[in-house]
Nanobody, 124 residues
């Protein structure tokens, strides 16, 4: 599965960005789709995920500000990011896998397929 993450950029604190994850020639209907991020000098961390049934979970740090949704096309998933903070600055990655179970959905090791990442920079 080839993934393309897009939509990153520079935004002021309090602003919004919408990231998109698209799969080439695949539908996401059979996959769990997750977003992770990695800030400079830090480990990759879980942001949120949507499972195959459509259930969505978020990291506590983004809950209430970020929203994951499936796009109009079956092969896209969006991450709407509102009320952005400087600490949200990171490279954001989307990842998918067919075999993710609920207990593993927050762990990067559960995902075999990753996009290339898109940089989000939030200025104070």
């Amino acid at each position: 599965v080839q993934l393309q993450a897009s939509g990153g950029g520079l935004v002021q604190a309090g602003g919004s960005l919408r990231l998109s994850c698209a799969a080439s020639r695949r539908s996401f209907s059979r996959y769990a789709v997750a977003w992770f991020r990695q800030a400079p000098g830090k480990e990759k961390e879980f942001v949120g995920a949507i499972n195959r049934s459509g259930g969505i979970i978020y990291a506590d740090s983004v809950k209430g500000r970020f929203t994951i949704s499936k796009g109009d096309a079956k092969n896209t998933v969006a991450l709407q990011m509102n009320s952005l903070k400087p600490e949200d600055t990171a490279v954001y990655y989307c990842a998918v896998d067919e075999n993710v179970i609920s207990s593993s959905i927050r762990f990067e090791g559960a995902y075999d397929y990753w996009g290339q990442g898109t940089l989000v920079t939030v200025s104070s």
